[in-house]
């Protein structure tokens, strides 16, 4: 770890709330998603091609995660709530983690990792206003597979975000999909790259359709990666090599991301024009 990551950490570590609960903030979260899930199936009667709706619900929703981390999470929109979570990821979570030392080793430390309740409540509504309005043209049981689909979506990717930032086991090391996102997005806390590359938590679909994976390979070979770093984009290697430096850090990099010289803008460029 270097000293700039250090300093962070002891700052951020000390300004949590002694009322803060790490366990009470994931128990809340899962217990109520998983009892929106349980209560839509309760209420759902004979449904059959519906469940089929999970597919393009939960494609889309990749998308939606792609854009949300790309275009809202590492780019200040200056409005109330939006700004709000860029600082909270951008300017914290980023400066917390860096593929240098991308872990945490206390419960306390959850709090980085997770996002506050109000983003499962946000969720909720809008899962609530989508599911509504899919009912009324396919029927009540489509919309709570929509609904369902979406709360899905977001504790998958709580609990693949929470997998990439635990210290290293043979869980996560050799569970399929769960190995590949912790590689993945260990590669986005690169300081050089952070602002660019890497923008999926769950599946790297959109960043492989989308062009902004560092790796170099088809759909499956990038849902099944796992560790392996044969496939490294070498455009990418020297940036995330120079960012990994605590001279390079402490020098060029800002709360808001890293300054970047115009040949290594040229390599992220290149790097986003070949999948
Ligand atoms: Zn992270
Ligand atoms: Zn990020």
């Given at each position: 770890?270097?000293?700039?990551?250090?300093?962070?950490?002891?700052?951020?570590?000390?300004?949590?709330?002694?009322?803060?609960?790490?366990?009470?903030?994931?128990?809340?979260?899962?217990?109520?998603?998983?009892?929106?899930?349980?209560?839509?199936?309760?209420?759902?009667?004979?449904?059959?091609?519906?469940?089929?709706?999970?597919?393009?619900?939960?494609?889309?929703?990749?998308?939606?995660?792609?854009?949300?981390?790309?275009?809202?999470?590492?780019?200040?929109?200056?409005?109330?709530?939006?700004?709000?979570?860029?600082?909270?990821?951008?300017?914290?979570?980023?400066?917390?983690?860096?593929?240098?030392?991308?872990?945490?080793?206390?419960?306390?430390?959850?709090?980085?990792?997770?996002?506050?309740?109000?983003?499962?409540?946000?969720?909720?509504?809008?899962?609530?206003?989508?599911?509504?309005?899919?009912?009324?043209?396919?029927?009540?049981?489509?919309?709570?597979?929509?609904?369902?689909?979406?709360?899905?979506?977001?504790m998958v990717y709580e609990t693949f975000h929470f997998c990439c930032?635990?210290?290293?086991?043979?869980?996560?090391?050799?569970?399929?999909?769960?190995?590949?996102?912790?590689?993945?997005?260990?590669?986005?806390?690169?300081?050089?790259?952070?602002?660019?590359?890497?923008?999926?938590?769950?599946?790297?679909?959109?960043?492989?359709?989308?062009?902004?994976?560092?790796?170099?390979?088809?759909?499956?070979?990038?849902?099944?990666?796992?560790?392996?770093?044969?496939?490294?984009?070498?455009?990418?290697?020297?940036?995330?090599?120079?960012?990994?430096?605590?001279?390079?850090?402490?020098?060029?990099?800002?709360?808001?991301?890293?300054?970047?010289?115009?040949?290594?803008?040229?390599?992220?460029?290149?790097?986003?024009?070949?999948?």
């Open positions: 770890m270097t000293d700039r990551q250090r300093r962070f950490r002891e700052k951020y570590v000390s300004e949590i709330s002694p009322w803060y609960s790490g366990l009470l903030h994931v128990g809340v979260m899962y217990a109520a998603g998983i009892s929106a899930i349980v209560w839509c199936v309760s209420r759902m009667q004979g449904a059959t091609w519906e469940w089929l709706l999970i597919l393009p619900v939960a494609i889309a929703g990749n998308f939606v995660e792609w854009g949300m981390h790309k275009f809202v999470m590492h780019r200040l929109v200056d409005v109330f709530a939006l700004r709000a979570i860029y600082d909270r990821h951008t300017r914290q979570h980023h400066q917390y983690f860096t593929d240098g030392d991308p872990t945490i080793g206390t419960v306390k430390e959850f709090r980085i990792v997770l996002f506050p309740w109000r983003v499962l409540m946000v969720l909720a509504v809008a899962g609530g206003g989508l599911g509504w309005l899919t009912a009324q043209f396919l029927g009540p049981n489509a919309g709570y597979v929509v609904f369902i689909t979406m709360i899905s979506h977001y930032h635990v210290p290293e086991n043979s869980i996560v090391r050799q569970l399929p999909l769960v190995n590949t996102i912790r590689r993945h997005h260990a590669a986005h806390h690169n300081m050089g790259i952070m602002m660019h590359v890497n923008m999926n938590l769950t599946f790297p679909v959109a960043d492989w359709a989308m062009k902004t994976s560092d790796l170099k390979r088809g759909l499956l070979g990038h849902l099944f990666n796992g560790y392996d770093e044969s496939h490294l984009k070498d455009e990418l290697k020297p940036v995330m090599a120079r960012f990994r430096s605590a001279e390079t850090q402490e020098k060029r990099v800002t709360l808001d991301g890293p300054k970047l010289e115009a040949d290594e803008l040229r390599a992220l460029q290149q790097a986003g024009s070949h999948a």
